[in-house]
């Protein structure tokens, strides 16, 4: 086994254009968790899926120029690149039309990148790669060997028509650790029946439900709550900053709470960094715009007014 230093950060599902009212940007939820990983020095690889077009060569090329390796990226000879148009409402919030039948839902496992997986710290994967039935077979076969130590981060990440009960309980049984926001953990509270009231008890019975080691939910302007199988519960107020839009916020908060998660760092000092990530990506356009960690570290020290939930106040331990 190689030391943790060189073990590959997996992420796998969709490579994609955001078509925004002001041009397309390359985004996806995977790439995006990819790129804030690399970008904080990790040996990171997306697993995905391209088409031979115009948009798949100029994605290869923006990925690469992110810094990530285009290996284990596959170029699909029949199925266009993935697009989805995204409208954004007054406060950058984002609403999707995600194409279907494109180059990533056909996403295999070619041997180069069998060989990674037996090596990987981290499996990072979404829902929305997992509409078409063989990304789920992918997806099935990389759990299947990974090495028994490694972290796998299951971000929910509902789209429309893009998702089914099956499928999420699926994931959730396969996940260590769930990402999700306030409004998808009301979707499996509602969807599985779940009983708590609050949302520090709807995570913990996530988590129990599930066996899951930990859940992290987002909260929009408000923060975000996390819970582990230890029996954690923290909240970290939310950061109050002038939001362009919102894509890509998400991502970077997993990406920097996982950071610092595999540093064995306490989960409030996680959970703030991963806030504070979130909350700069909303003031700039684009979800993989560059973030240094000095960069994140200065914001941090001269953080703007937080935006505190009073009924969460009583887990908020800001370190």
Known sequence: MDTDLHRPILSFGEVLWDLLPDGPALG???LNFAARMQAFGHPTQIISRVGQDSLGQQALLGIQKLGLSTSCIQEDTHQPTGTVEIQLDA?????????QSVAYDDIILPNETELLVPRAKVLYFGSLVQRSL?????LKQIVAILPEDAMIVYDLNLRKDCYSRETIHASLEIAQWMKCNEEESRWVADTFELKANSLPERAVEILERWHLEGVVMTLGSKGALAVTCSGQIVYQPGF????????????ATTAAFVHHWLAKDPLPFCLRRGCALGSMVTTQHGATQSISMNELNQWIRTAPLQVMDPTLEPWCKNP
């Open 240 to 251: 109050q900053v002038q939001a362009l839009e919102t894509i890509g916020a998400g991502d």
């Open 28 to 30: 996806g939820a995977p």
């Open 91 to 99: 406060f950058g919030n984002a609403d999707y039309h995600i194409l």
């Open 134 to 138: 063989r990304a789920r077979q992918t």
